[in-house]
T-cell receptor, first 117, second 113 residues
Framework: EAGVVQSPRYKIIEKKQPVAFWCNPI?????LYWYRQNLGQGPELLIR????????DSQLPKDRFSAERLKGVDSTLKIQPAELGDSAVYLC???????????????FGSGTRLTVV | GDSVTQMEGPVTLSEEAFLTINCTYT??????LFWYVQYPGEGLQLLLK?????DKGSNKGFEATYRKETTSFHLEKGSVQVSDSAVYFC????????????FGKGTKLTVNP
């Protein structure tokens, strides 16, 4: 079974340019998360989806970040325009429904390393 | 809010040495606790977990015990290998409707031959 698939693995862009990241979760996982991991830090949640609905986007900088999860499967995270401080690894994760997460945790993808120059 | 504090790294050990990485947490209620590992160039992998007080999680020779009285979940391994070199993250899962994984800052472990 394939794990959580993310693309691209690496992205280098100039500041003020747009960028998008894609995530395909594990089949059957209704919950999808986007995390940001700054260098030398632990991951921090940006947004959580339950199927198509964004149920927690309180940490998403909505002035420049947006996300969507059409049909409750794949998801895209977008930054427009990118700033130097957005350089980080963007991780996607998925999990089973409520009640099972505490038992199994999340499954993470390999991440997209974004460098803004 | 809920938070996780890990010992500062980096940690450098010789092969077959004993490993301890300290982790303490602050949370309301009774969170589930996890250790994740991140090998160079890879994503986070679940290493072990514990869901209630006094539970011991174990995997690949690593162990951690959920200590409610000291709000701790220290990671231990009796004899590390070069292949254990990675960054280790302690995390808790909050309870309730907004449950989410909250991570510590990570501890980088380097094991030398």
């Amino acid at each position: 079974e394939a794990g959580v698939v993310q693309s691209p693995r690496y992205k280098i862009i100039e500041k003020k340019q747009p960028v998008a990241f894609w995530c395909n979760p594990i089949s059957g996982h209704n919950t999808l998360y986007w995390y940001r991991q700054n260098l030398g830090q632990g991951p921090e949640l940006l947004i959580r989806y339950e199927n198509e609905e964004a149920v927690d986007d309180s940490q998403l900088p909505k002035d420049r970040f947006s996300a969507e999860r059409l049909k409750g499967v794949d998801s895209t995270l977008k930054i427009q325009p990118a700033e130097l401080g957005d350089s980080a690894v963007y991780l996607c994760a998925s999990s089973l429904d409520t009640g099972a997460r505490g038992e199994y945790g999340y499954t993470f993808g390999s991440g997209t390393r974004l460098t803004v120059v | 809010g809920d938070s996780v504090t890990q010992m500062e790294g980096p940690v450098t050990l010789s092969e077959e040495a004993f490993l301890t990485i300290n982790c303490t947490y602050t949370a309301t209620g009774y969170p589930s606790l996890f250790w994740y590992v991140q090998y160079p160039g890879e994503g986070l992998q679940l290493l072990l977990k514990a869901t209630k007080a006094d539970d011991k999680g174990s995997n690949k020779g690593f162990e951690a015990t959920y200590r409610k009285e000291t709000t701790s979940f220290h990671l231990e391994k009796g004899s590390v290998q070069v292949s254990d070199s990675a960054v280790y993250f302690c995390a808790l899962m909050t309870q309730g409707g907004s449950e989410k994984l909250v991570f510590g800052k990570g501890t980088k472990l380097t094991v030398n031959p």
